[in-house]
């Protein structure tokens, strides 16, 4: 048990479809991450929230989008999806954001497939 | 961003020594890290070294940091199946906000 957990562990999902991945973590972590994982490609830092408010957004599409209604739990919203969203999404969580030797722990992903 | 590269496999025999590579472009990287991920899991960190040192070494693993080649070594002493996965080196860079993580090395440890 890392201590962070994400919800579904895998989702289908066609184009016109809604849906969110949720995550908690019960760390008492003060940020947390979500990062796109694609097989033989470096992580991609999506999102970053330090102390529930967005420090980070990496050019990511409007489709997706975050909330983080308080500092343990954090969402992707998802929506109008294209297959080449298909990828293992994973969320993180650390002490701080923005610190030293920063330690990143991870949940165990969503692994989302987009028809 | 920042590139981070590794190979992406590495085959060793159980009880053989590996070594995993990694080089980066960042020379202003204050913290460098591996990472391992397990099938059907996140990543999880094994150990990580400050930029002003040459190695660690942490029980089975040792890192070696060459700092004005821009190369990240990770070395499993003794090597286990149960080594088996993917091995992500990362780097932070000097404001400790901006990580860059390599593709993986996937590690298979052959009995």
């Known amino acids: 048990e890392t201590g962070v957990t994400q919800t579904p562990r895998h989702l289908v999902m066609g184009m016109t479809n809604k849906k969110s991945l949720k995550c908690e973590q019960h760390l008492g972590h003060n940020a947390m991450y979500w990062y796109k994982q694609s097989a033989k490609k470096p992580l991609e830092l999506m999102f970053v929230y330090s102390l529930e408010e967005r420090v980070e957004n990496n050019s990511v599409p409007s489709r997706f989008s975050p909330e983080c209604p308080n500092s343990s739990h954090l969402f992707l919203h998802l929506h109008t999806l294209q297959p080449e969203d298909s990828a293992l999404y994973l969320c993180a969580s650390s002490q701080d954001h923005g610190s030293r030797a920063t330690k990143l722990f991870f949940g165990s992903g969503t692994q989302l497939s987009v028809l | 961003g920042e590139d981070v590269e590794q190979s992406l496999f590495l085959s060793v025999r159980e009880g053989d020594s590996s070594v995993i590579n990694c080089t980066y472009t960042d020379s202003s990287s204050t913290y460098l890290y591996w990472y391992k991920q397990e099938p059907g899991a996140g990543l999880q960190l094994l150990t990580y070294?400050?930029?002003?040192?040459d190695m660690k070494q942490d029980q089975r693993l040792t890192v070696l940091l060459n700092k004005k080649d821009k190369h990240l070594s990770l070395r499993i002493a003794d090597t286990q199946t149960g080594d088996s996965a993917i091995y992500f080196c990362a780097e932070e860079g000097v404001n400790f906000n901006k990580f860059y993580f390599g593709s993986g090395t996937k590690l298979n440890v052959k009995p």
């Open positions: 070294i400050f930029s002003n040192m």
